[in-house]
């Protein structure tokens, strides 16, 4: 009976372990991926030049691996700072992206790209329509690539 009590307290002391384990993993595990793999890659956060004009100027609507981190650098170099889908592994620009994305509010669309000037990738070709509506003078440019290479 004493050996079924201490095997009992075991189990219940190795799941709690496993439940508090589980859940530090879930909430660190966004940020550590970011930290580690995306923001060395990654340029800081972009601002706006002065005399740069507010508000997108160029929605890339390609699907991804179709020269899309390309543009980007492109864009980055011409001064054009440009959000794409890579950013979306930083944990609070994914959460503002999907507020975006959801609620479909324009308030929300500006907050996210407030200095930059163009936007390509997932964010842009999952949106476009809207943000077409949202900044009207933004030129769309699509990119595409033969899919038998």
């Not at 799941?15 to 550590?32: D, F, K, Q, Y």
């Not at 979306?88 to 999907?98: E, V």
């Amino acid at each position: 009976m004493e050996r079924a009590v201490t095997w009992l307290q075991a189990c219940v002391f190795l799941h709690s372990a496993l439940v508090l384990a589980r859940w530090i993993c879930t909430r660190s595990a966004g940020w550590l991926t970011y930290f580690l793999l995306f923001r060395p890659t990654l340029k800081h956060q972009r601002t706006r030049s002065p005399g740069q004009r507010k508000g997108l100027q160029a929605i890339l609507c390609g699907f991804s691996r179709t020269g899309t981190m390309s543009l980007m650098n492109a864009l980055d170099i011409l001064g054009f700072p440009c959000f794409h889908g890579s950013h979306l592994a930083k944990p609070s620009i994914g959460d503002l992206f999907m507020k975006a994305f959801t609620n479909e509010n324009p308030k929300d669309w500006i907050k996210l790209l407030d200095g930059y000037a163009s936007i390509a990738d997932f964010p842009a070709f999952s949106s476009y329509k809207e943000l077409m509506k949202i900044f009207p003078d933004a030129k769309v440019i699509l990119n595409i690539r033969d899919p038998n290479k």
